[in-house]
């Protein structure tokens, strides 16, 4: 069985101004896998993190569930807590009540039972979640120009420039392009090649 955590952000009063945060925690509780649910006036706080660290240990959790604030925010907060307290970063589910619920509504009942309906959402899928590991893959830094018009070759020499190695593709047997079958070009008239 997997063993859930679910923690619900106040974010001051931008989450809980609208959302009846403590409901939403208890609420939480009932989810099939949830073993352990609060509530917790910032979350990203460094009180809060610590709350994350604890509870994992002492309720043997294997994922976490946090809701607060926009992902782009704090998800990567919040990973490096599950990697710090040894669990895997990649069992962690964020689910949006500030932006996508709190800010948009003003009745603090439907606000709550959405939040409610986010936190199910987000528990449903971090059971899902299977564990991921980083991996490293080297890049050679080498370029592929296709074409040897004058385009092409400009920025062959460009990237060369840069001290990246280049290969040119051209189908045709000579470089140029267009550019090599004018006889003279304007303004100058000078011979094209």
């Given at each position: 069985?997997?063993?859930?955590?679910?923690?619900?952000?106040?974010?001051?009063?931008?989450?809980?101004?609208?959302?009846?945060?403590?409901?939403v925690a208890q609420a939480a509780k009932e989810f099939p896998n949830v073993v352990f649910s609060t509530d917790y006036k910032?979350?990203?706080s460094d009180p809060g993190q610590e709350l994350i660290k604890t509870a994992l240990q002492q309720h043997n959790l294997d994922r976490v569930v946090v809701a607060s604030c926009s992902p782009r925010m704090h998800e990567l907060?919040?990973?490096?807590?599950?990697?710090?307290?040894?669990?895997?970063?990649?069992?962690?589910?964020?689910?949006?009540i500030r932006e996508h619920d709190s800010w948009i509504h003003s009745d603090k009942?439907?606000?709550?039972?959405?939040?409610?309906?986010?936190?199910?959402?987000?528990?449903?899928?971090?059971?899902?979640n299977?564990?991921?590991?980083?991996?490293?893959?080297?890049?050679?830094?080498?370029a592929l120009v296709i074409g040897g018009g004058?385009?092409?070759?400009?920025?062959?020499?460009?990237?060369?420039?840069?001290?990246?190695?280049?290969?040119?593709?051209?189908?045709e047997p000579t470089i140029g392009g267009k550019m090599a079958m004018l006889d003279k070009t304007f303004p100058t008239l000078d011979c094209s090649a």
């Open positions: 069985m997997k063993r859930v955590g679910v923690f619900i952000c106040h974010c001051g009063s931008n989450i809980a101004g609208t959302v009846d945060c403590e409901k910032y979350m990203c907060t919040f990973r490096k807590v599950m990697e710090s307290a040894g669990a895997n970063p990649y069992l962690f589910e964020m689910t949006n009942d439907k606000a709550t039972e959405k939040a409610i309906d986010l936190v199910r959402m987000a528990v449903a899928k971090v059971v899902k299977v564990p991921l590991q980083k991996s490293s893959i080297p890049v050679t830094k080498r004058i385009a092409g070759m400009q920025a062959a020499i460009d990237i060369a420039d840069a001290g990246h190695q280049v290969v040119l593709v051209e189908r």
